[in-house]
């Protein structure tokens, strides 16, 4: 019978062997594997398919930066959770928690920290020339973190919003229901980035994971500026979806 080895070198020659490894082993999961089944070890894996376990370890990289596994320190790797389809087409409101609870999901909210501020760069952007209220924020959608996500609005048109808003409800519910403000997205910009050491923390990844970035404009149904958002996203939990019709 051919072993793993052969079948790896018929299979996808030409290819680096880490990456010959981590293609047959992604077949392997989509055909047997569910979301929390822990993978066999590195010596297990080193053993089967006759490599040495430093090409082992690339392979298992290379399905972490896939999203199709998450390694946990001590402990090993299992299958991910598949990547939640957002969409963030125009004309949807600006609400992270309204669509993911019209997708049918548990979602939590942890204020990290909040200040009143001032930064000219913001400032100008929100077209206010004031102090500005900024919050962090970790989302939790069915119980795992989400992304850490920092919202700065103007204190000159909600001036007590640090003291009514207690982190209970979304922003975007808050300014509606309490000022009549619906939301909507006036831009969007997206980079990737590596996770820092405190969000790395609060996302239970490890520190230098891959990170989604996206950074925007919210406004207002007159298009006033209300807030200025920077979501930092799991890499491996979420993918973006933009509809340009």
């Known amino acids: 019978m051919m072993n793993h080895h052969l079948e790896m070198i018929n299979r996808y020659a030409g290819q680096p062997l880490y990456r010959q490894l981590s293609d047959v082993l992604e077949t392997r999961l989509a055909q047997r594997a569910k979301p929390g089944d822990k993978l066999p070890s590195e010596a297990e894996l080193?053993?089967?398919?006759?490599?040495?376990?430093?090409?082992?370890?690339?392979?298992?990289?290379?399905?972490?930066?896939?999203?199709?596994?998450?390694?946990?320190?001590?402990?090993?790797?299992?299958?991910?959770?598949?990547?939640?389809?957002?969409?963030?087409?125009?004309?949807?409101?600006?609400?992270?928690?309204r669509t993911m609870l019209e997708l049918g999901h548990r979602v939590g909210i942890t204020v990290l920290g909040s200040e009143i501020t001032e930064s000219s760069e913001l400032a100008a952007e929100l077209r206010t020339d004031g102090e500005l209220f900024v919050c962090t924020t970790l989302r939790l959608v069915d119980d795992e973190p989400w992304s850490v996500t920092m919202?700065?609005?103007?204190?000159?048109?909600?001036?007590?919003?640090?003291?009514?808003?207690?982190?209970?409800?979304?922003?975007?519910?808050?300014?509606?229901?309490?000022?009549?403000?619906?939301?909507?997205?006036?831009?969007?910009?997206?980079?990737?980035?590596?996770?820092?050491?405190?969000?790395?923390?609060?996302?239970?990844?490890?520190?230098?994971?891959?990170i989604l970035e996206m950074r925007g404009l919210n406004i207002d149904e007159d298009g006033?500026?209300?807030?200025?958002?920077?979501?930092?996203?799991?890499?491996?939990h979420v993918q973006f979806t933009v509809d340009l019709t």
Do not use: C
């Open 46 to 97: 080193s053993q089967e398919f006759e490599v040495n376990r430093l090409t082992v370890r690339r392979a298992l990289d290379e399905l972490n930066q896939r999203g199709l596994i998450e390694t946990v320190r001590g402990k090993g790797s299992f299958v991910a959770t598949p990547r939640m389809r957002y969409d963030i087409s125009a004309g949807r409101d600006a609400s992270f928690t």
């Open 151 to 210: 919202t700065s609005i103007p204190t000159a048109r909600f001036p007590r919003l640090a003291q009514q808003w207690a982190g209970d409800t979304s922003l975007f519910d808050y300014l509606h229901d309490n000022h009549g403000v619906r939301m909507q997205r006036a831009s969007r910009t997206f980079a990737a980035s590596l996770a820092e050491p405190a969000e790395a923390e609060h996302l239970r990844i490890r520190v230098g994971a891959a």
């Open 224 to 236: 006033i500026p209300v807030a200025a958002v920077r979501h930092r996203f799991r890499g491996d």
